[in-house]
């Protein structure tokens, strides 16, 4: 290594700046009077320099199309934090539906609790989305011993209800997704059970229409089926309460209505039982003893 002396140091540090100036004017210069010059000189800088580009975007355009090592270690990095979060989720929804478990048993064991006869289903492969009368239907294929008898009967997926077959045939059945604009079915609202009427609008959201007066739906609150009119049976999950733009609530479906594949279609006995609403009225000897 060469070393050099202070004041031979201070010299070249004093005429750096003026040498760059220099040269950045004579370049300029020289593209003024050349301009075929500057265009070779600049051809020449790339196709030097073109190996280092590209020795140096290989790792970053396989990092941007998710390909080699690191874009491996990244994206299994990040499912792995994704799934550590989704078991804790579930985790937490297990303890929650074990303690209902045991609640619900403790609850029959108490009030000698005669459950009702087991609905009879089938599953079939939803096969075609139809127009024609309904907006919003689909065709349900099933086995020919399964096709009678049908009608009526309640479509579901793996997360909640979806629809009622209103046509059956000898292999198929049509059902009336809970989103045509002729859809109507009678629901509970959240732990209170107060009533009110779901109806399609051929959107995403069925609307909520006669509720309690004074008792609006509660955001976020579950919305059940209702034995009301004996169309449904009662407490089956169809949804959540959500508000919309224009502040008026509709039912978030739990059923993945835009991507149904296969549906249950369960035929229920024509008597149910109906949910007993919990009362939120005060007691009658409360409200005498205030009174005098």
Do not use: C
Request: hydrophobic letters at 45%.
């Amino acid at each position: 290594m060469i070393r050099l002396s202070i004041p031979l140091r201070q010299i070249l540090s004093r005429l750096t700046l003026p040498f760059m100036l220099m040269l950045s004017l004579g370049f300029v210069l020289i593209g003024r009077a050349d301009q075929n010059f500057t265009d070779h000189l600049r051809s020449g800088l790339d196709d030097i320099l073109a190996p280092a580009y590209m020795l140096v975007s290989r790792p970053i355009v396989a990092a941007e199309n998710g390909t080699g090592a690191l874009a491996r270690l990244l994206s299994l990095d990040s499912e792995n934090a994704a799934l550590r979060r989704e078991n804790a989720r579930l985790r937490q929804w297990q303890e929650v539906a074990m303690a209902l478990e045991a609640q619900n048993k403790a609850l029959k064991s108490a009030l000698n609790y005669t459950p009702p006869a087991a609905p009879r289903f089938t599953t079939g492969e939803v096969v075609a989305d139809l127009g024609g009368v309904y907006a919003r239907s689909v065709l349900v294929l099933v086995s020919p011993a399964a096709a009678h008898g049908l009608t009526g009967a309640i479509a579901m997926d793996g997360r909640g209800v979806a629809g009622r077959v209103v046509a059956a045939g000898g292999r198929s059945a049509r059902v009336l997704l809970i989103t045509d604009l002729n859809s109507r079915v009678p629901v509970a609202l959240g732990a209170s059970g107060a009533p009110a009427l779901m109806a399609g609008t051929n959107g995403p959201d069925p609307a909520l229409l006669y509720w309690r007066p004074g008792h609006p739906p509660v955001e976020g609150e579950m919305v059940l089926t209702s034995a009301a009119g004996g169309a449904f049976p009662p407490g089956l999950p169809v949804g959540v309460v959500h508000y919309n733009a224009q502040h008026d609530p509709v039912v978030l479906p739990l059923a993945d209505l835009d991507s149904l594949r296969v549906l249950r279609l369960f035929s229920y006995p024509d008597e149910q039982p109906a949910l007993t609403p919990i009362s939120h009225s005060r007691p009658a000897h409360a409200h005498h003893a205030r009174s005098r």
